[in-house]
């Protein structure tokens, strides 16, 4: 997790387990999870939707919204 990213702005941290990006199941994408996370996946709407179970097992979802500059 870079600090600072779009992933850290929401909320994710070390030991949550990301489950889908973009409803798509992690196990399913073959390229890596980093540019996601990090912003190269973002949608038309500028957001990256993650699925993910935190370290206390919760299941929840966040939108990595695309910051301007």
């Known amino acids: 997790m870079l600090l600072g990213s779009a992933a850290d702005s929401a909320g994710l941290k070390f030991g949550h387990k990301i489950l889908k990006i973009n409803g798509e199941d992690v196990a399913q994408i073959t390229d890596g999870c980093s540019g996601y996370l990090n912003g190269y996946g973002f949608d038309r709407q500028g957001k990256v939707v993650v699925d993910y179970v935190t370290a206390t097992g919760q299941i929840r979802s966040t939108k990595?919204?695309?910051?301007?500059?």
Do not use: S
Request: charged residues 50%.
């Open 64 to 69: 990595l919204m695309k910051e301007e500059y």
